[in-house]
């Protein structure tokens, strides 16, 4: 039942991503500065509950201490998260959302796998790559509709070389700060405290991105509530799930399971803002929940899971 647990909660974690773009559509901000006060206010908040857990497990002398080596990764998985957001919206300013959603999201899961066999875990399975292979492809139809720019995504773009290898720069950072926090919680540490780690920082970094941007717009009632919401579900609530996920599912597995996202997202769309797909974009749909199914079922060996240690639019690409 654990084992199974674990990718529920990477997709739960996935559904809540998948529905900031929609949230971000009631508070009148531009796409920076909604991300930074996302990720200020989530990050907070993570923090501040690693904190309390940690005093408590000193109290009760309980949880392990990290050593220097892995101090430092948290910190360096801080700046990741926050480098993040900074090139992913770069990269769509340059190359348009749907290009550059489809290169930093679906580059995620494959950087993903290559940096956790390179860091010395299980080698990712064919079964995984065909999955993840497919899921991407999936992805890239949804969100470009099979055209250059329609479909979920909209926003028409370019392609952009600079732009494209800042979305590529996006994908990586992601899985360099997914594969600290796999190992981090591999290794013993409390999985809300990595998340806590990581986005606190995370959070101070990003403080003056969202004070240059003018957080003005939090004054009124309809922007503070979105992003409370932004802060404390799509980020807060949701990486908590992403790290109990990661307890007991490969960090590999993971990264392809949020590939969820974009799904939930062009789904919202759909549903709550009248938003059409194509023919084509449902396909892709199709192809993106069957290479998702496939990653999710359970692998035939008797062996226990190795321990394991995370948009169609701007606002929905900032995990």
Known sequence: MKSRSGPLAVVAAAVLWGTAGTAGTLASAGSVSLAAARLVLGGALLGGLALIASRRARRTAHGNAPGNAMRWALVLGAAAVAAYQLCFFAAVDRTGVAIGTVVAIGSGPVFT?????????????????????????GCAVLVTGGGTGGGAGGGAGGADAAGIALALLGGLLYAFYAV??????????????VMGVMFGGAAVLMLPVLVLTGPAWLARPTGLLTALYLGCATTALAYLLYGRGLRTTPVATAATLALAEPAVAALLGVVA????????????????ALGLVVVALPARAAAPDAPAAETPTAAAGTR
């Open 113 to 137: 796998g290559l940096l956790s066999w390179s860091a010395g875990r299980e080698r990712p399975s064919g079964r995984w790559a065909l999955a993840t292979a497919a899921a991407v492809a």
């Open 180 to 193: 600290v926090a796999a190992r981090a919680i591999g290794g013993g540490m409390e999985s809300g405290t």
């Open 273 to 288: 803002l009248r938003e059409h797909l194509s023919l084509v974009s449902w396909a892709g749909l199709v192809l993106l």
